[in-house]
């Protein structure tokens, strides 16, 4: 047994039902950690909750409750205040399950495709898709620990008109896209769209294109094809940079699914959902309109006879459910889409291509915001790189390293920089909720102080150094006698718990201020508990509570998508 909180909240419950019947049921046990150490370590306000509909006082029903429950083996309770109950874990059994940290939970039998990072082709990926790719794999891993099998999917951006008028530019230019960079896709995008808006001609021709390219032209497609391969090249690139498990094998672009998109619209028609407006299919969805209370409709298919984003998007619900057979499809995308998704899955639900037993849910996110608080740009006004964004992050962290072991090997010193500041954005990124914007302020995040990356991977690395050093394997804990060291083996127990919250409120932020608990709870305990200088017993109970909890910061900052250096 590992986590207490469960196991007490169920022998809580059981008694609670003994003896309050029905009336209990719609409470639950009410069972938290307690707010301070005088109040023991769980608290339940139960009673309190109970008092209206059973029409007793609150300390009568905690009596009740207190003599009903079986709980001797487990923890010591106290009646305190107006009828709290306060439970102690007896030391023995804190030290068990500290001793017994559990790992991974079994398979679920439940798939979920996680819809995440999402780049475009021909455009360099920015701070935006930092955040979908940070966040996505954070969830992903914390999905696949507590027993879901986890399908990522990679919707890339590699369809829609603009290709029409970048193939043609190619042509017109005489270019051979295989020998162009990103950054060269980005301009050559650039220069084709002021062609497409100064010449009518060529803007003829690029809307033909777009025909062939949908249409399946060799030659057209042959150039498409260059196009993305050479953002996926960079994609790959800055994935490797990032830590990012993404590869290929995720990537289900929106191009995919260009077969698909008449059948969607033939789909709708019967089901009799589309509406023609202005020349285009739209869906009108009851529910669905803006401010001034006009309606806000789905365009399926546009007045050129074009589909766009919102048509991919239904082929792809329908894909992940009939082929990939998800029982949950998150999407980790920005809040500016909230609408956008809202509107699919009703459609998509409308159609039939949702059933009721498919949960689909957006992880909408905040935006990235500058020094002067406003959406992160360069100073003239482009969007910031995030590759370039990411050599600063490394760059602050080997300054900040820079002298701290001069022994150590050049390659090893530049691994550790990696790990730190790309740990420091990722850390910042996942640390507030996920709805908030934040300022992209390097200097706080690779700070080895405050609830950072850094000062969690400082945290570790210290233990590791302090494990090396002892000499001796950490015994298991037998007892836990200081309050600091009871806080900290506490702390612990609740790992799977934080992370299982994390899994159920798709919100990382929460796996983030846990752990920076637990650090908060090992720096209490160095302050009053030597390790080294200890002896016997102690000294083997204090290591094994060492190497729990450089186990649970190691876990904890993996499952965030954060490397943990053994020495910084
Ligand atoms: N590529 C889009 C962008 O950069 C995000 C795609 C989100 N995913 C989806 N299934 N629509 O804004």
Avoid at 168 to 174: A, I, K
């Amino acid at each position: 047994m590992s986590a207490l909180l469960p196991v007490l909240a169920a022998r809580l419950s059981a008694a609670a039902t003994a003896t309050f019947g029905t009336s209990y049921a719609e409470v639950g046990p009410e069972l938290r950690a307690a707010t301070r150490p005088e109040f023991g370590h769980f608290q339940t306000s139960l009673a309190l909750k109970l008092a209206k509909s059973l029409g007793l006082p609150p300390r009568v029903i905690a009596e009740r409750l207190v003599a009903a429950a079986e709980l001797d083996d487990l923890c010591s309770l106290e009646i305190a205040g107006p009828g709290f109950v306060n439970l102690t874990v007896h030391s023995s059994v804190l030290a068990a399950a500290v001793n017994s940290l559990a790992g991974q939970l079994p398979a679920r039998g439940e798939r979920v495709v996680v819809d995440y990072s999402q780049p475009n082709v021909a455009k360099q990926m920015h701070v935006g898709h930092l955040r979908s790719t940070v966040i996505g794999d954070a969830l992903c891993n914390v999905l696949a620990y507590v027993g879901y099998e986890v399908i990522r999917q990679n919707h890339v951006g590699d369809w829609g008109t603009q290709f029409g008028m970048m193939v043609e530019q190619v042509l017109f230019e005489q270019l051979e896209v295989g020998s162009l960079d990103i950054e060269g896709l980005q301009q050559l995008y650039q220069r084709g769209r002021k062609h497409f808006d100064t010449e009518p001609a060529f803007a003829d021709r690029s809307r033909a294109r777009v025909v062939l390219l949908q249409s399946g032209d060799a030659a057209t497609l042959a150039i498409w094809a260059q196009m993305v391969e050479v953002s996926l090249v960079e994609f790959d690139r800055l994935y490797a940079v990032l830590g990012s498990p993404l590869d290929r094998s995720d990537v289900v672009g929106e191009s995919a699914y260009n077969d698909q998109l008449p059948g969607i619209v033939d789909d709708l028609a019967a089901a009799g959902l589309l509406t023609e407006s202005d020349g285009a299919q739209c869906a009108f969805l009851p529910g669905f309109v803006g401010r001034d209370g006009s309606p806000l409709p789905v365009i399926v298919r546009k007045s050129d006879g074009g589909f766009g984003y919102s048509a991919t998007d239904l082929a792809a619900v329908r894909y992940r459910v009939a082929d990939l057979h998800a029982d949950r499809i998150i999407y980790v995308v920005d809040h500016r889409q909230g609408l956008h998704f809202q509107q699919i899955f009703t459609l998509a639900r409308n159609a039939g291509w949702l059933p009721a037993t498919t949960q689909a849910e957006h992880v909408a996110f905040g935006t990235v915001l500058g020094p002067d608080g406003k959406p992160f740009k360069t100073r003239d006004g482009g969007t910031v790189r995030l590759a370039s964004l990411l050599a600063d992050a490394v760059a602050r962290a080997s300054a900040l390293l820079a002298g701290r072991d001069d022994e150590m090997p050049a390659a090893q010193r530049q691994a550790i920089a990696d790990a730190v500041g790309i740990g420091a954005v990722k850390y910042a990124d996942l640390a507030s909720d996920r709805i908030n914007d934040y300022v992209f302020d390097l200097d706080r995040m690779v700070a080895m102080s405050g609830n950072t990356g850094p000062y969690l991977q400082y945290a570790h690395a210290r233990l590791t150094r302090l494990l090396d050093k002892a000499g001796e394997a950490p015994g298991p804990v037998t007892m836990l006698a200081e309050p600091a060291e009871q806080r900290l083996a506490l702390l612990l127990t609740g790992f799977g718990d934080a992370v299982v919250q994390v899994a159920e409120t798709l919100q990382p932020h929460k796996l983030c201020t846990y752990l920076y608990e637990v650090a908060s709870a090992l720096s209490a305990f160095y302050e009053t508990c030597p390790v080294l200088p200890s002896t016997g017993e102690q000294r083997a109970g204090r290591l094994g509570l060492c190497a729990a909890t450089r186990t649970v910061l190691h876990d904890g900052l993996g499952l965030l998508g954060i490397k943990a250096p053994d020495s910084m």
